[in-house]
């Protein structure tokens, strides 16, 4: 017996994600949380940084929505 083990034959083969296609859904998601987690970290530190000075600072830094930048 000859069997055909070609890509478009091959029912197991073909059922299963090619692992590119899996890293590239990992690291989607894995940029999505990232990004998520910066947001969140920059929104309590910018928060506490502005809380935390003068009014004449606070009119000069409210423009700047980065806490890095502050």
Known sequence: ??????KENNAFEASIASPERIDKNKSKLVDEVTIKKFEKGNKIVRGHLLNHMTNPLFNLFIIFKSAKII
């Open 1 to 6: 017996m000859c069997y055909d083990v070609t």
